[in-house]
């Protein structure tokens, strides 16, 4: 069964930084790309970023709104996916979910939320 | 910025059918997915490839596309469907989403 576990999140202030980490498990971590997808509260999907697998490069693809600010790792040894952001904006709040694959998602975390605020 | 059009609300009968519709200009070259998304629960994949459906989602769920708008069909509507659908779609690597849809069952 194909698990994804979001952890990391919490209160942070605005200007400062905050990792997220997905722990994978039930399929071959190191042959799919990964994606991070969020929601802010009350409003719709909104995506975020992927990091394809290394056998496609391990190259990763961004939102403009995040840009610049977020990056997307990934261990495939320890078959965890990171989303590293900085310079947090209060924009930035929201559930963030962590996918296999980046189209045609089947397989979800339960989402984590993040809260940045003074 | 390529934008995705979904109506904000539909409202349906129970047993009835239900049409939500996806505008956007690149969705005649493009595949698109849909995404139900119940209160508090992470986003399930519905429809892919315009017209797919992946194993478990129940017949009742069916997609198509005519021009640049996709259409989300429920058929036979459910209590258990009244949730809020999403549209998606790529462009040049950036992926795209519908502002979303509530769909309620009266």
């Known amino acids: 069964e194909v698990q994804l576990v979001e952890s990391g999140g919490g209160l942070v202030k605005p200007g400062r930084s905050l990792r997220l980490s997905c722990t994978a498990s039930?399929?071959?971590?190191?042959?799919?790309?990964m994606s991070w997808f969020r929601q802010a509260p009350g409003k719709g999907l909104e995506w975020v970023g992927f990091i394809r697998s290394e056998g496609f490069g391990g190259t990763t693809e961004y939102a403009a709104s995040v840009k610049g600010r977020f990056t997307i790792s990934r261990d495939d040894s320890r078959r965890i996916a990171y989303l590293q952001m900085n310079s947090l904006r209060t924009e930035d709040t929201a559930v963030y979910y962590c996918t296999r694959d980046y189209g045609d998602v089947e397989y979800w975390g339960q989402g984590i939320l993040v809260t940045v605020s003074s | 910025s390529y934008d995705l059009t979904q109506p904000p609300s539909v409202s349906v009968s129970p047993g009835q059918t239900a049409s939500i519709t996806c505008s956007g200009h690149k969705l005649g070259n493009e595949n698109g997915c849909w995404y139900q998304q119940r209160p508090g629960q992470s986003p399930v994949l519905l429809i892919y490839?315009?017209?797919r459906r992946p194993s478990g989602i129940p017949e009742r769920f069916s997609g198509s596309i005519s021009g640049n708008t996709a259409t989300l069909t429920i058929s036979g509507t459910q209590a258990m469907d009244e949730a809020d659908y999403y549209c998606?779609?790529?462009?040049?690597?950036?992926?795209?989403f519908g502002g979303g849809t509530k769909l309620t069952v009266l």
């Open positions: 490839q315009n017209a």
């Open positions: 998606q779609a790529w462009d040049s690597n950036t992926a795209v």
């Open positions: 039930g399929f071959t971590f190191d042959a799919y790309p």
